[in-house]
């Protein structure tokens, strides 16, 4: 099925043109799940593109989110973060967060302020910056030197840089030490594109974004969203239809919900991000399938666009 977006980390074609040199690179965010790269991907780039939730693994794909200014052009990559994989569907998440750690120009490693990752440092084979991100959770920060230390042993980290993303502290410092170690290189992309990925990634993003903020338990885990019709029918409205795969009838009731109620919340809430995101009043269908054990079955997570 053609989902319309690749996974691939450069552009094949790359688009000339741009006869400006200037500061211009990749940028891969790597850390474990749950420390905030997705968020300090949205703040980075002032725009929310991809989806933040509590729960860990939300992040599924690698994505790719432009920030261009005048004197530079970051490409910026989000990764699913590195864990141990249980399933197919992890391992490809977790293959890819690795594969493009060696295809960055430099790498932004995002840990929390508690304990050190030496595994994922030990990992890195391109210049770093570290972000020591969610610091407001400190009472007391000189305890961060000794780990800033620890940090410092570890020749491809270049600078560390503590943040609070979610209040948008340390933001725009990170931003200018990436900056300073970008090579000088044509721009990669077009100035006003956002990312590599269409407006079909990122409905389907919104619809599981809400499905982890409205299901509990590990429902969420077992679905993915597959965007069946994108089009515009009457003056300006688009109508969308979306099909959630779930791995079992007892998690499809859970989807749907006692008389339809969980799912016509969940309609709800999708449609007005999806208005927001595309500017456009939508018509929204959402459908519920079963797909026995997807996850563990690596046709259909290839199917599904992961890889
Ligand atoms: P990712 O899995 O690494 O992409 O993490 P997310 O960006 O999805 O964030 C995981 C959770 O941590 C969300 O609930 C965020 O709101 C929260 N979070 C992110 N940055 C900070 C921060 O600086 N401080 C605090 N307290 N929470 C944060
Ligand atoms: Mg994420």
């Known amino acids: 099925m ?4 690749s996974l691939n980390p450069r552009p094949s074609v790359f688009i000339r043109g741009f006869k400006n040199i200037m500061k211009s690179g990749f ?12 968020t300090i991907l949205n703040k980075l780039l002032g725009t929310k593109l991809v989806a933040v939730t509590p729960k860990p693994q939300t992040t599924r794909h690698k994505v790719l989110g432009i920030l261009t200014e005048k004197d530079y052009q970051i490409v910026f990559t989000d990764t699913p973060g590195i864990f141990k994989p249980k399933y197919e569907l992890q391992k490809v998440m977790v ?3 690795i594969s493009t750690l060696e295809d960055t120009d430099l790498t932004l490693v995002v840990v929390e302020p508690f304990r050190m990752e030496t595994d994922i440092v030990e990992k890195l084979s391109r210049p770093a910056i570290l972000a020591i ?3 407001d959770l400190l009472k007391d ?3 961060l030197l000794p780990l800033m230390d620890e940090y410092k042993n570890f ?18 410092e990170l931003k200018q030490e990436l900056v300073k170690l970008l090579p000088d290189e044509e721009l990669y992309y077009p100035s006003d594109y956002l990312s590599d990925k269409n407006e079909r990634f990122f409905v389907a993003e919104i619809i599981r974004e809400k499905i982890f903020l409205l299901y509990g338990q590990e429902v969420p885990y077992a679905t993915t969203v597959v965007i069946e019709e994108f089009k515009e029918r009457e003056q300006g409205k688009y109508f969308i239809r979306a099909v959630i795969y779930v791995e079992r009838r007892s998690e499809k009731m859970i989807i749907i919900g006692k008389s339809g109620n969980a799912i016509k919340e969940l309609g709800k809430t999708a449609r007005k991000d999806i208005e927001l995101r595309i ?13 026995k054990g997807w996850r563990r079955n690596l046709r259909d997570v290839k199917e599904f666009g992961y890889g």
């Open 2 to 5: 053609d989902l319309g977006f």
């Open 27 to 38: 940028v891969t965010i790597v850390g474990r799940p749950n420390v905030g790269k997705s």
């Open 95 to 97: 293959k890819h967060a």
């Open 133 to 135: 991100n969610k610091t």
């Open 141 to 143: 920060k000189p305890k």
């Open 155 to 172: 020749k491809l980290i270049q600078e560390i840089v503590l943040t609070s993303a979610l209040h948008n502290e340390g933001i725009d």
């Open 279 to 291: 500017g456009h009043p939508i018509y929204l269908e959402l459908w519920v399938k079963v797909r």
